[in-house]
C-alpha cells in the first residue's frame, strides 16, 4: 500500500457493508475512492464499473476471480458493467500475432466472462479497435498527458512500438467511457500491479474535471507453483477449458504447505497460510467461512493431509469447471447482444462453433 | 533535393507527358517513385492520390495551388482521389482549442477543396478520428515503427502530446488506407518539407511488403511579404473569404523585384524572379507560357510598373475569389455523399448555413 500509495479498505467495510469473502479475507485490499463512490451510490446516484481483459489468451481461473467479484458487486449495486478488451495493447505489446488472433480470444474471453451471470442489460462489452469512438475520446484525452509522463511511469525505451506510448491514453479512453458517454462515475477492480494506469487517468480526469476513476485493489491469484498465475506457465495454471485428467495432473503438483511423509503432517501439522490448494479453497469453493476454518484447523493439527485436500480440489475445480463449460454454451446467444459495437461475424462463428464441437 | 534526398522530376517528365504549367515552372520539383507508379499506369492498372489537410483554418490560395494540381491528375489519370482531414493532427499539436473547431474547420475545407470541380464520384474525403477502421488500421502499422524512429525524424520533447508520438503512424494509415481497402498504389503530393511523412510510411511499407507510396513534391507558394504563405500570417495571405478590399489593401503591400520609384523601374528595369506578383501570375493565372513571357519582359525592360501588375492581380484575385464562392454554394449539396464516414449534422450544417448567409 505504501509503494503504490493506496488506501488500507479495511477501515471502511463496516460503513458500506461490504462483505463479500474476498474482501474479508483481504484478496481485495486497497482502494483509492472507493468510500467516496460509495458515497455517491448511497445518495442515490449510479455508478458504473469498467474491468477489462486483453485477450492474448484462454481465460484461467485468476481472472475469473475478478469477474465472480465484478457480478456480486453488480447484483448489489446494480451497476453498469462496461468491459473493455484491448486487443490493440496485446497487438502494440508483441502478445499476440495479429489482431484477428486478439478479436478471436476477444469474443472467446467475452463469452467465458459473460456466462458467469452478468446482466446482459447492463453488460457491456467492446472490443478497443472495433468501437468507433474510441480513438477521438483517446486524442481528446491526449492534451492533459505528457511524453515525460508516460516515460515515467511505464519506462519505454527506443525500441518500443509507438503504439505502446499511446496505449495509456486509449485505456484511459476505456476506463472514462462510462463518465465521458453517460456521466457515471467509475470504479475499477484491478490487480495492484495496474495501479499506475489507474493514477494516469485519474490525473487526466483531474485535469479535465471528469470524477477521477476509483480503485479496488486485489493481490494475484497464485497460481500451482506459488507464482502469481500467469497464462504463459500453463503447468501451474488452471484455464476454463482444462478436463479432469488435466486438472488431476496439474493439481497433484501443487505447492502445499504441508510434510513430504505423512508421518510429520501428523505429527506437525500443515502451514495453510503457504498451501496454494487452500488459497484456492479461500478465494473459491469455501465461501462459508466455518468451512474454511475447519479445513484450517484440521491442516494445522495435522488429520488432514496434504492428498485428501488435492482430490477435494480436483473435485471442485472439475465441477466448476463442467458446470462453466455449460453455463458458456447456453451464454452464446445472448453475447452479441452486449456488445457495443458490429461483431465480426466471421471470427464469432468460429467462437461459436468451438462450443458446440468440443465442450 | 540532396537533404532530403529524393529525385529531379525533369528527367521524366517527357516520358509520362506530364505537361503541367506548375510542373514546367517548377513548383512541382522533385518525386520518390513518380516513374514507378506512372509505369503500373500504363501497364494498365489504376492508382489513388492521397492529398490531406489539417483543418485549423480557412483554406488560403497556397492550398489550392495543390488540389488544383490533384484535380488535372484526377483527369489526366482517371484516378480516386482519398483527402484525409487530420482534425487529431491539429489537436494533439495544440492548434485548435477543441476536435469540434477542427471538426468544423473540417466540413469547411473540405467543401471549399471539392468545389474545385473535383469528381463527385472519385472523391472520397475522411476526417480522421471519425473513420471507424482508421485506428484499427494505425496499430496493424504500429508494429513496424519504432520510437526511436519517430524520434530521430520528428525530434519530440519531454512535453509532447503522446498522440503527436503516435500521430505519424496515424498519417501512415491515412495514405496507406487506398492500398489497405482496395490494393491500390498510391500517389502523395506533397511539399517538400512533409517528406519525413512519406519516408516513414514508405519504410512501413516496405516492411509490410506493401506498394510504398509515391509522392512528387512541390515548393511553398510565398506570401505577400516573401515568406511561406502561412494561415498564421493573415496580412500576406490570400483566404478563399476574402473581398476585394481586403484583397486590394494586402496586395498593395507586396514584396515586388521593381524600384521604389517609377523612373528608375522605367530605366533599369525590374526582377520577377523576386517578385511575389509575378509568382501569383506563374502559379496561378497565367497559365500560357506566352503570355508569362510577356510580363516577365515587359518587367525586365520596364515598361510595365508594379502598380500595373498589383492592379491586375487584384483583378485576377477578386474574380477567382468571386467564382470560388459561387462554385462553393453550388457544390454544398454534392458535399456529403463525397465523406466515407457519417457527418456530423450539427457541424456540417453551421458550414452550410455561413454560406446561404454570407457568400
Same mark, same amino acid.
Given at each position: 500500500?505504501?509503494? +503504490? ?27 483509492? &475512492? ?34 465472480? +467479484? ?40 467475452? !463469452? ?5 451471470? !452478468? ?16 480513438? #477521438? ?38 476506463? !472514462? ?24 487517468? #485519474? ?16 493481490? +494475484? ?26 486438472? @488431476?495432473? /496439474? ?8 510434510? /513430504? @511423509?505423512?508421518? &510429520? ?27 474454511? /476454518? ?5 491442516? @494445522? ?13 480436483? &473435485? ?8 462453466? /463449460?455449460?453455463?458458456? #454454451? ?8 452486449? +456488445? ?18 468440443? #465442450?
Amino acid at each position: 500500500m505504501k509503494e +503504490f500509495g493506496v488506501e488500507d479498505i479495511k477501515p471502511i467495510l463496516d460503513r458500506y457493508n461490504l462483505d463479500h469473502h474476498l474482501i474479508r479475507r483481504g484478496f481485495f485490499f486497497a482502494h483509492r &475512492d472507493l468510500d467516496k463512490i460509495l458515497d455517491i451510490y448511497h445518495s442515490g446516484r449510479e455508478f458504473a464499473i469498467v474491468s477489462g481483459r486483453g485477450p492474448s489468451n484462454k481465460v484461467h481461473i485468476g481472472h475469473m476471480l475478478i469477474f465472480n +467479484f465484478v457480478k456480486w458487486m453488480q447484483e448489489k449495486f446494480g451497476v453498469e458493467v462496461y468491459i473493455p478488451l484491448s486487443d490493440d495493447e496485446k497487438y502494440v505489446f508483441g502478445k499476440v500475432k495479429d489482431l484477428n488472433e486478439a478479436e478471436f480470444f476477444a469474443y472467446d474471453n467475452a !463469452l467465458d466472462i459473460f456466462s458467469i451471470g !452478468l446482466n446482459p442489460k447492463k453488460t457491456h462489452f467492446f472490443i478497443s479497435t472495433r468501437y468507433p469512438a474510441l480513438y #477521438r475520446y483517446s486524442v481528446t484525452l491526449s492534451r492533459n498527458l505528457t511524453f515525460s509522463t508516460v516515460r515515467a511511469v511505464f519506462g519505454f525505451k527506443g525500441e518500443t512500438n509507438p503504439g505502446a506510448i499511446f496505449y495509456p491514453i486509449v485505456q484511459s479512453a476505456h476506463i !472514462l467511457l462510462p463518465t465521458i458517454e453517460k456521466g457515471l462515475p467509475v470504479l475499477v477492480p484491478i490487480a495492484i500491479d495496474q495501479d499506475p494506469y489507474i493514477r494516469v487517468v #485519474r490525473d487526466i480526469s483531474a485535469k479535465m474535471e471528469l470524477f477521477k476513476p476509483a480503485a479496488i485493489h486485489s493481490k +494475484f491469484l497464485r497460481g500451482l507453483d506459488g507464482r502469481p498465475m500467469s497464462a504463459s506457465n500453463p503447468k501451474t495454471t488452471i484455464f476454463l477449458t482444462e478436463d479432469e485428467s488435466s486438472i @488431476r495432473k /496439474k493439481v497433484w503438483n501443487a505447492l502445499t504447505g504441508g510434510w /513430504k @511423509r505423512a508421518k &510429520d503432517q501428523r505429527k506437525y501439522g500443515g502451514k495453510p497460510e503457504l498451501c496454494v490448494v487452500f488459497e484456492w479453497f479461500s478465494t473459491y469453493f469455501l465461501k462459508s467461512d466455518d468451512d474454511l /476454518k475447519k479445513v484450517e484447523m484440521e491442516c @494445522r493439527n495435522g488429520e488432514k493431509l496434504c492428498g485428501q485436500c488435492k482430490e477435494e480440489l480436483i &473435485d471442485y475445480l472439475t465441477d466448476y469447471i463442467r458446470e462453466h /463449460k455449460r453455463k458458456r #454454451r447456453e451464454s452464446i446467444k445472448e453475447l452479441r447482444g452486449t +456488445f457495443m459495437h458490429e461483431v465480426n461475424e466471421e471470427i464469432m462463428s468460429k467462437v461459436e462453433g468451438m462450443d458446440d464441437e468440443s #465442450r
